[in-house]
């Protein structure tokens, strides 16, 4: 089944205590990208990749970190979490940029304390 | 800078009846237009895209939206709404050139009264 599958699903944690949501695709897309959904704001771009080792910022990129050293994975690190960081995290693929019809994983609700 | 304006958070309609939930964008160029939705505890599902010809789309589960460019409007649609409607419902932007990146309206939830 193609898929987009995040992991943990739910996480609390404290300030200060690194951590990494894992995200991983099935697909062979080369694009993939992390969203912060806040309430009211709708979703908002933290970083994307376009491809193996290409990453970049998106709009709210402040106290995360991305790799991508395989197509398939796109971890999102928080390495010193903070409690403005409390959101629902979804990590998103597509074939590429330019079709822009990206595939959402089920989400990843994170509390920091 | 592309925006999106998702009129009303809230949309309450009785089973059977017109779904209408509002979408306005703005944008300097030509725009690739979708509505995601969004059921509880679960990611974001495309229900329908724009991109270029046909300016009315059909999408799954009965929805359909209209592309006005006039009134850069991309509203979505459903004749007859069914209790298993009742989700968040996100109008999104793009552009073909960009980085890729869905710039996402606030959101809008349906609750369907029986």
């Known amino acids: 089944e193609a898929q987009v599958t995040q992991n943990p699903r739910y996480l609390i944690t404290v300030t200060g205590k690194k951590l990494t949501v894992t995200c991983s695709q099935n697909?062979?897309?080369?694009?993939m990208s992390w969203y912060r959904q806040d309430p009211g704001l709708g979703l908002r771009q933290i970083y994307y990749s376009m491809n193996v080792e290409v990453t970049d910022k998106g709009d709210v990129p402040e106290g995360y970190k991305v790799s991508r050293k395989e197509k398939r994975n796109f971890p999102l690190i928080l390495e010193s979490p903070s409690p403005n960081q409390t959101s629902l995290y979804f990590c998103?693929?597509?074939?590429?940029?330019?079709?822009?019809?990206?595939?959402f994983g089920p989400g990843t609700r994170l509390t920091v304390l | 800078a592309q925006s999106v304006t998702q009129l009303g958070s809230h949309v309450s309609v009785s089973e059977g009846a017109l779904v209408l939930l509002r979408c306005n964008y703005s944008?300097?160029?030509?725009?690739?237009l979708f509505w995601y939705v969004q059921y509880p505890n679960q990611g974001l599902q495309l229900l329908l895209k724009y991109t270029t010809g046909a300016t009315l789309v059909k999408g799954i589960n009965g929805f359909e939206a209209e592309f006005k460019k006039s009134e850069t409007s991309f509203h979505l649609t459903k004749p007859s709404a069914h209790m298993s409607d009742a989700a968040e419902y996100f109008c999104?932007?793009?552009?073909?050139?960009?980085?890729?990146?869905?710039?996402f309206g606030q959101g809008t939830t349906l609750q369907v009264k029986p």
């Open positions: 999104a932007v793009s552009r073909s050139s960009n980085t890729g990146k869905l710039i």
């Open positions: 944008s300097s160029v030509p725009p690739y």
């Open positions: 697909m062979n897309h080369e694009y």
């Open positions: 998103a693929s597509s074939l590429s940029r330019m079709l822009n019809e990206q595939f």
